[in-house]
């Protein structure tokens, strides 16, 4: 009988804030009942280096099979944020074959080919929004098998604060996940987690909030070093047998760093480029970080707080009634609020908007620890109910708090995105586990110049949710218009930069064509005021150090199209047009997998090894960078494009403040700050000039 098996590992997690998340954790899944027996996590070694505004995670697993027949392994893993996959790699012989990018029904079928051949083969593909799933066989009896997998991730900061999440929870929503499958979340004999920092900017201090374990290396300003598990454990390895005496680790907590740049670095444009000698075009990653020239803002504003209380809320919900509580008691006495539940339908708590006063708070209270969590998740129906009965003299803010996927009622996401396009309110949505549909709660921030929070229960969620504080306590940048002429600029994404808080970056990924010197113009709205900002660019002939952004670039463009997909429907060229992109760049989407077979078997059916080569060119152009001096990416050192300072968090501390596992979620006290990011007047979001 062939086993399925399942190992969540780099996934991006988006957690219940500040309780424990009642979910499996990463690891071996063997269908409950089957009889056959677990496999066994061997080995679990992952090797982050982040560097030029991108993470590159890679990923080793050893997966034994101590049973007498062989088995099938079923590997999956929630999608991590912005991720693209590019690699995976299968050992045969004991050598490495790294996998090809065909379409998914061909990537399908010439698995099961060889599978049915007895024959050494893998294959990963993309389910939906929240999986990646690698299918490897065989695992042969009392042996084991090595795979790795390598995935690239843009890394920003915000108000001075980086941020890197490897997550090793799963969100705990997929109830028919849960009734089928039985975990084994045990690494039995290496772990070891290696984050290495080299930074075009000073950093003052790395954090780790929930593994004060770890083993943190500043080897200068720039560089930066984490380490957990094995290579952090050498000084309690027995010397004869080789083992550690931590026993075995349990892939249940998620690995969240944070760093912090040094206080007082100047706003800035940076680029970093990819252009093959002699190629026609190149590929740019373009960071705009503005000086700190948002101002605070006060008065009353109305707030909804649009709360989702389904099944899978019930080890959350407690806390998110506390998290109310003292939300509710920071407003002003001259905010109101409305309060909506929603499950498999909604209602209204409040019955319109309420005075912010201590009485009214406390009666509300009440009426919530009443309530019990059960039921689907009608998450258009509770979103409907929020955004009726605005009222237009009055600037307003929509909280949305789910941690599941929209299952009853309307689920698809044109449906939420026209009912968005309807009304003039800023929608911030925070976004609790792993399993809730990122996608489409990110895509409906976004529309409605809102921004999304993504939160892990290793977080220092404090100091998280203090830098959401300072967005919503200031102005913002609106209607962002980004122009550039000298120089030949395509295909940018994202097309339309929309909305720009304090402290947010803006990262553009774009083709050039031709060489030299550009000039780079931004304009936004302020309180209602135009700003210019412009700078002098450098876009070069050669530049062979960051092939990545390559598939980068690519990635977001697929994003892009996907959304328009999931917005107006698939058609032939939007479909066609992301399976060409991932084929030419080598990436894993809804409609292309990786195949590993024989490379003896790719020859024979005549599949050119593109995605090796693209491999190996990335590999050689790290070590080249590793082997050099960290290299400065700033474009307008001689003439700034931004005046001062960039923003930094307004009391300090910011995401380096120790996390207190029995502080109550505090992310409605932190929307409780009086704060008003502007009247909520729509305007169309400009579109990028190209030259």
């Known amino acids: 009988m062939k086993l399925p098996l399942i190992c969540c590992a780099p996934l991006a997690l988006l957690t219940a804030i500040l309780c424990p998340l009642l979910a499996n954790a990463a690891g071996l899944l063997t269908p409950a009942n089957s009889g056959s027996g677990a496999l ?3 080995a679990h070694e992952v090797d982050v280096v982040i560097e030029d505004g991108y993470a590159i995670t890679t990923v080793d697993q050893v997966f034994a099979n101590p049973h007498d027949h062989a088995l099938e392994a079923i590997y999956s893993f929630p999608i991590p944020e912005k991720a693209a996959v590019g690699e995976f790699t299968y050992w045969i012989d004991g050598q490495p074959v790294s996998g090809e990018v065909l379409e998914r029904e061909q990537a399908r079928d010439l698995y099961e080919q060889e599978k049915a051949q007895g024959r050494e083969t893998a294959l990963t593909e993309q389910n939906d929004h929240y999986s990646f799933q690698s299918s490897v066989y065989p695992v042969k009896a009392n042996d084991e098998v090595r795979v790795r997998m390598v995935y690239l991730q843009p890394v920003h900061t915000d108000l001075g604060i980086g941020r890197y999440v490897y997550p090793l929870e799963e969100g705990g929503t997929d109830e028919g996940k849960l009734a089928f499958w039985n975990f084994e979340d045990e690494v039995r004999e290496s772990f070891s987690f290696k984050l290495s920092m080299r930074s075009s900017y000073p950093v003052e201090d790395f954090r780790l909030p929930q593994h004060p374990q770890a083993q943190i290396l500043r080897h200068d300003s720039q560089q ?3 380490a957990l598990g094995d290579l952090a454990s050498e000084s309690q390895r027995d010397p004869e047998t080789g083992a550690t005496s931590r026993g075995n680790v349990r892939l249940d907590k998620d690995i969240v760093v944070y760093w912090r740049h040094e206080q007082g670095l100047p706003g800035a444009i940076d680029m970093v ?11 740019f990653m ?10 605070p803002l006060s008065g009353g504003r109305d707030w909804i707080f649009v709360l989702d209380y389904s099944g899978s809320m019930s080890g959350k919900y407690a806390t998110l009634i506390e998290g109310m509580r003292k939300g509710l008691a920071k407003l002003d006495p001259s905010d109101r609020f409305r309060i909506i539940l ?14 912010a006063d201590r009485n009214t708070v406390e009666r509300y209270m009440r009426e919530l620890e009443s309530t019990q969590p059960t039921g689907g998740t009608n998450l258009y129906g509770g979103l409907q109910q929020g955004l009726a009965d605005l009222d237009s003299d009055r600037p307003s803010a929509v909280i949305l708090v789910t941690d599941g996927v929209a299952n009853v009622g309307v689920t698809e996401k044109k449906g939420f995105m026209r009912l968005l396009e309807q009304r003039d309110v800023r929608l911030f949505t925070y976004v609790m586990g792993n399993s809730a549909n990122r996608p489409l709660l990110e895509g409906m921030a976004q529309l409605s110049h809102g921004f999304s929070v993504n939160v892990s229960n290793s977080d220092d969620v ?3 949710l203090a830098q959401t504080a300072d967005k919503l306590n200031h102005q913002a ?8 002429d000298g120089v030949k600029v395509t295909d940018i994404t994202p097309a339309n930069p929309g909305t720009l808080y304090r402290g947010q970056q803006l990262t553009l990924l774009g083709r050039y064509w031709g060489a030299g010197d550009a000039e780079v113009s931004v304009s936004g709205m302020i309180a209602g005021e135009e700003r210019r900002y412009a700078a002098n660019v450098v876009f070069p002939e050669d530049s062979v150090l960051n092939p990545e952004l390559e598939r980068l670039w690519a990635f977001a463009s697929i994003e892009a199209v996907q959304n328009r997909i999931d917005f107006l429907g698939e058609d032939a060229d939007s479909r066609q047009s992301i399976v060409d992109m991932a084929l030419a760049y080598g990436l894993v989407t809804n409609y292309t997998s990786l195949v590993v077979v024989r490379d003896s078997v790719f020859e024979q059916l005549g599949i050119s090894r593109d995605n090796a080569k693209r491999i190996e060119r990335e590999r050689v ?12 990416h700033r474009q307008d050192t001689s003439a700034p494009a931004f005046q001062g300072t960039r923003a930094y968090p307004s009391k300090g501390g910011g995401s380096m403040g120790s996390l207190s596992v029995v502080l109550l979620l505090p992310l409605l006290w932190i929307l409780g700050v009086r704060s008003r990011p502007g009247s909520a007047g729509k305007r169309a979001a400009r579109t990028i000039k190209q030259a």
Request: glycine share 10%; charged share 25%; no cysteine.
């Open 40 to 42: 066994e996590i061997k």
């Open 224 to 226: 930066w070093q984490v």
């Open 273 to 283: 480029s990819y252009r093959e000698p002699g190629s026609p075009a190149g590929t």
């Open 286 to 295: 373009m960071t705009l970080t503005p000086g700190d020239d948002l101002s």
């Open 342 to 355: 929603f499950n498999n339908s909604s209602r209204e708590l409040t019955r319109g908007f309420v005075p």
């Open 462 to 464: 404090v100091g998280l």
């Open 477 to 484: 940048y609106r209607d962002l218009d980004i122009d550039f």
């Open 621 to 632: 152009a790290r070590e080249e960078r590793a082997g050099g001096p960290v290299q400065s």
